[in-house]
């Protein structure tokens, strides 16, 4: 694929429900990066990998998110017992290099709308 | 704290009118700047972008951005707009050696009325 994607597209979760979104960067892609964006807001940073290292987590909100790249590739964002607040567009990006300076650009997939009732 | 401020929320213009989106940023090291449009139903794709050399950076679909360092600003502009820019537009910035990840602003609306 030419592109960032993410599954599902859309996922309703109760509340307390464990929910995972998956992230498939661009081939070759070193850096991926996830944001969430709730509604009418910005993107927000939520964690950073090189290849299989988890560089920067510190924008989590909480324990209960958690997120992996085991194989430096595809990536995982788990969230645990969801709450009301999580409720958001989750975007997944990837970029070609380490970004100790931030020069390359990111590509964004289409993003996961998770809704928790 | 690092943030991102984009002056309107929601700007409406007719089609061939002028366009200038606000952005400044509060952080006063060096920065990578970012103009990122979300067309409805798409994907976030990058409109411009500023590293360094000549602060005026030209884009994609006629679009440029001027990067003035003593107000700390970012400002997108574009001479006539057409129905087909309608689209949020998000300003970023990227903090020098902090990870490459972008700091975003709230976001801005444009709807160009035919």
């Known amino acids: 694929g030419a592109g960032v994607s993410q599954s599902p597209r859309y996922k309703v979760a109760k509340r307390g429900q464990d929910v995972a979104l998956r992230c498939d960067p661009i081939s070759g892609h070193v850096s991926l990066f996830w944001y969430q964006q709730a509604l009418g807001q910005g993107p927000e940073f939520l964690t950073y990998?090189?290849?299989?290292?988890?560089?920067?987590k510190s924008g989590l909100p909480s324990d209960r998110f958690f997120a992996e790249r085991p194989e430096g590739s595809v990536s995982t964002l788990k969230i645990q017992r969801t709450q009301q607040e999580d409720s958001a567009v989750y975007l997944c990006?990837?970029?070609?290099?380490?970004?100790?300076?931030?020069?390359?650009?990111?590509?964004f997939g289409p993003g996961t709308r998770l809704t928790v009732t | 704290a690092q943030s991102v401020s984009q002056h309107n929320h929601h700007v409406i213009l007719s089609e061939a009118a002028s366009l200038e989106l606000g952005c400044n940023y509060s952080y006063g090291g060096t920065v990578n700047l970012f103009w990122y449009v979300q067309y409805p139903g798409q994907h976030l794709q990058l409109l411009l972008k500023?590293?360094?050399?000549?602060?005026l950076v030209k884009g994609i679909k006629g679009f440029e951005a001027e990067f003035i360092k003593s107000k700390f600003s970012f400002n997108l502009r574009k001479p006539s707009v057409q129905w087909s820019d309608t689209a949020e537009y998000f300003c970023?910035?990227?903090?020098?050696?902090?990870?490459?990840?972008?700091?975003f602003g709230q976001g801005t609306e444009l709807s160009v009325k035919p």
């Open positions: 500023y590293f360094s050399g000549d602060p």
């Open positions: 990998f090189q290849n299989e290292a988890q560089l920067d």
């Open positions: 990006a990837s970029s070609s290099l380490g970004l100790a300076g931030g020069t390359v650009e990111q590509y």
């Open positions: 970023a910035v990227i903090v020098y050696n902090q990870g490459g990840k972008l700091i």
